[in-house]
């Protein structure tokens, strides 16, 4: 079997904590490990690293290479999407991918995972995965998986399955659209309903014929094989695989996820619903509490103190601060829209900014001047740049630099500085095995990120 | 006609806006003023900058110092209690002040204020300020003013009137201490009682006269002149006003404050009642609030978004965020005495540490760096000093700095870079005639603020 994962998405439906630059599944929320991290883990059993195929977009790709490097999963394979298209497209180049470049015969399965879910107890998932595997083998269906409904919720669509099984699974009379509260109640009281996760397993062929047979625009491109489809993805149709297959197909069966927890951290109070404690109060960061019950509060650099405050939602970032109340944290999106139509710069922004080098934050900035803390990674390098309108100093706090300033090359180590005049071509190593840290002092009357001429690529590679 | 300021409070009441290092009189609440300057112009009319004298701490005095100049009040007479003593000291050794330094007569009228009320209008708290002055010139009274209470608080002390008359007061029959709700209720519907707001007036004579005979320990060092009393200060009893004079003499008339708003901003619910507006959120800062209702939002340098939420004080500073409910607030010495308990900086101190010579801003600290913008206003110095665990390179973004290190000295100007070395003896001074600011990226192992040898006081002034 063959994992691929789509890790493309952008949604800010978790802002202040996702911005369009670090979207959810790049956000260590309900653990140590990002929710992409935890679901390469949750495979771990049963497809090694090298078995996985991670389809995501080209902004995001250093913050999955991040990812899987911090958990040792660099072999997985990664493409990246020249634009944002649906799910169809995104799944019919990852079956190219595998059949051009990792051996896939007709007859493999492939599982498809969306990055950003929450889903536990692992074994028991695994064993579900093992029965959706076992279905696509010995069959031509498609396969998804079904989450058992624990309330009449509107927010999902739903799987109506039939009575007829096919291994542990049941083949699906229709899929239902978001329902409206009233048929959310029936569908939970005459049961054989279930949520869509968006998880679907099916062996190449299968996909293959189907989309050939029912989305021909996306299969036209796709059948081109990888390199091809990669070239004209842009052509395909933005159309997600529910509708260009799963809904249109008859050979589709549903294995239901029985007692398996899954959540899809669609907003602050699902991450409530996850992190849900006994004592009332879900907190992390630097948090004292005062006569205050049932609130989550996620801190960041600061202390953060309640008193008498019961039923609210926190998330404190360095530059942005949002405060709810329970049932309410939906509406994020309001928030989301008021600042877009602001043009603000937090939407898409964090105040530390991810580099495929590493990354910076920045400290202060005023009339003139803006301050930044910068770290490369061993080994990185900037690229070759130049800048019209500021000139940059810059402090070692830790780490040994090695600066190209025009012609000439200087290592300097913690505790000196440097100085970079304005239109001077220069480039930041780390030639070094520890993280290289900087403080840079830029001084200039206009100091925009977009000042900035580069004479390669943001790896290093030239561009000349 | 002089005015007697006491601005040496150090409460935190309204922590984290308050802090022991910059207590609330210095605060730009209700208005584009502090409280002290408010302080100074609601008497305006009355007196003369150079017949006001401020009683405050010597680490305050700066505070003080800038307060004044900004608003042209640089004439107004400053003296600075040696340790915290309580109202009857201070008061004691502000009347020697008077007498010794300001050519005060014995029959002088002396008017005492708190430095960190809200008082409007301005006019009628004039016109009650003169009907005290004319008893205090016709009578060996000692004049308080009573506000007249609009509810039944039990927060303050009250003052019990009698019929008599005198001008336009009345004889007091008794000072009450804070009262149970009944009893208050009970003061309200009889009438007759006035909420104690700690100002006062009095002529030298009569109070020198009160003091000798109801307060002899206070009067025993005060009655040796300013410059012995100061020297004794120490010495002096810990004791307010109200019990070693105030409830103690006969001769003391309340003169009712009427028509006239008073708050003693005692907490942020009474800060919510003093910015009161129609909508029902009281918002400064950049806050962009979605259904949510009656909450008070005090913003600082972050976006502040709030979803569904009502009745909530949100107080937000650099490094500590306060949400109380409304009704709470009081309960913000719960937190203080936690914070204090653990020894926690942000009760002493801002992210932005007032000098004498001007600020500093802490932007970042971490392993072996600490990284500060520095301002230096024009015409000021730093203390000569040298530090022994961390060496510091400055960036100067904005005017022109003097750097003397060791034996040299050297002009430094915006863009321009210099370093400082461990255990280097140096200065910086503000030649130019715009304020000096400065980037400062500090390297070493330790990099407390007490890693400081001074060679000379906080004012650059020799100490060898």
């Avoid at 107890?121 to 093992?130: G, I, L, S, T, Y």
Wanted: charge should be negative.
């Amino acid at each position: 079997m063959k994992l691929i994962i789509l890790a493309g998405g952008s949604g800010t439906r978790l802002f202040p904590l996702s911005r369009s630059c670090y979207p959810k599944q790049f956000l260590k929320i309900a653990g140590q490990k990002s929710l992409l991290q935890q679901t390469v883990e949750r495979f771990a059993r049963l497809v090694k690293a090298e078995d996985i195929l991670i389809v995501t977009n080209k902004d995001y790709i250093f913050h999955v290479q991040a990812d899987l490097a911090e958990i040792g999963a660099e072999a997985a394979h990664i493409i990246t999407e020249p634009v944002a298209r649906n799910t169809a497209p995104a799944i019919a180049l990852a079956v190219a991918y595998c059949k051009d470049k990792m051996e896939c015969e007709a007859n493999e399965c492939l599982f498809v995972s969306p990055a950003d879910h929450v889903i536990n107890p692992v074994e028991d998932f695994q064993k579900v995965v093992e029965a959706a595997e076992a279905i696509c083998k010995n069959s031509d269906n498609i396969v998804t998986l079904g989450v058992n409904p624990t309330k009449p919720e509107t927010g999902y669509g739903y799987i109506h399955a039939e009575a007829e099984m096919v291994g542990e699974g049941f083949k699906v009379e229709s899929f239902k659209e978001k329902p409206d509260l009233a048929t959310a109640e029936q569908y939970l009281a005459q049961g054989g309903y279930y949520w869509n996760a968006g998880m679907f397993a099916f062996s190449v062929q299968t996909m293959e014929k189907a989309l050939k047979n029912l989305a021909s625009d996306v299969y036209d491109i796709s059948s081109l094989g990888y390199e091809h489809a990669l070239d004209r993805f842009e052509d395909m149709p933005n159309i997600s695989i529910d509708y260009a297959v799963a809904e249109k197909t008859k050979n589709i069966v549903v294995v239901p996820m029985g007692t398996v927890n899954w959540n899809d951290v669609g907003s602050f109070d699902a991450i409530d619903e996850v992190l849900q404690t006994e004592n009332g109060n879900v907190i992390s960061g630097d948090v004292i509490t005062t006569d205050s019950k049932n609130n989550m509060i996620l801190g960041s650099n600061r202390l953060v103190s309640t008193i008498g405050v019961d039923n609210l939602i926190v998330v404190d970032t360095p530059d942005v601060l949002l405060i709810s109340g329970k049932g309410k944290s939906q509406d994020v999106k309001k928030v989301v829209e008021k600042l877009k139509a602001q043009k603000r710069k937090e939407i898409s922004e964090n105040v530390t900014m991810y580099r495929p080098w590493g990354s910076y934050t920045i400290l202060a900035e005023g009339d003139g001047f803006k301050v930044k803390k910068i770290t490369v990674n061993p080994g990185a390098k900037l690229s070759l740049q130049m800048h019209y309108h500021r000139s940059e100093h810059w402090t070692v706090i830790s780490g040994t630099g090695k600066l190209t300033l025009d012609d000439k090359v200087v290592i300097f180590k913690e505790n000196e500085s440097t100085y970079i005049p304005i239109a001077v071509k220069h480039r930041l190593q780390n030639p070094g095995s520890i993280p290289l840290s900087i403080i840079e002092v830029q001084n200039g009357r206009y100091l925009g990120e977009d000042d900035i001429v580069r004479f390669d690529d943001v790896y290093g590679r030239s561009i000349d």
